[in-house]
């Protein structure tokens, strides 16, 4: 199984963005979808995730501006990134859990200017 990641880019405070990221391979069960990402100098944090219900989850500075959605039948997961502010800039990474395996994309830069 490998991931795929696009969608970043350089964009300007208030614009958005569209992150996608592809699941490509032998694929007998999906057991988890998020997002991360990483500010330079800071952890690795959760931006938003799928619950084992199926609910989307966000974390506090992303909600009401960030939508995670997927298609399952194309394996594929999307982060919409709207009303983007400068302290969003960070590397994007993918996360599924596949097969029960953990599965990480290679991370997608999104810089926003002020």
């Known amino acids: 199984v490998q991931l795929q990641a696009s969608g970043g880019g350089l964009v300007q405070a208030g614009g958005t963005l569209r992150l996608s990221c592809a699941a490509t391979?032998?694929?007998?069960?999906?057991?988890?979808m998020a997002w991360y990402r990483q500010a330079p100098g800071k952890q690795r944090e959760l931006v938003a995730n799928?619950?084992?219900?199926?609910?989307?989850m966000y974390a506090d500075s992303v909600k009401g501006r960030f939508t995670i959605a997927r298609d399952n039948a194309k394996n594929t997961m999307y982060l919409q990134m709207n009303s983007l502010k400068p302290e969003d800039t960070a590397v994007y990474y993918c996360?599924?859990?596949?097969?029960?395996?953990?599965?990480w994309g290679q991370g997608t830069l999104v810089t926003v200017s002020s």
């Open positions: 996360h599924f859990v596949l097969n029960w395996v953990d599965y």
């Open positions: 391979g032998r694929i007998v069960s999906r057991n988890g």
């Open positions: 799928f619950t084992s219900g199926g609910s989307a």
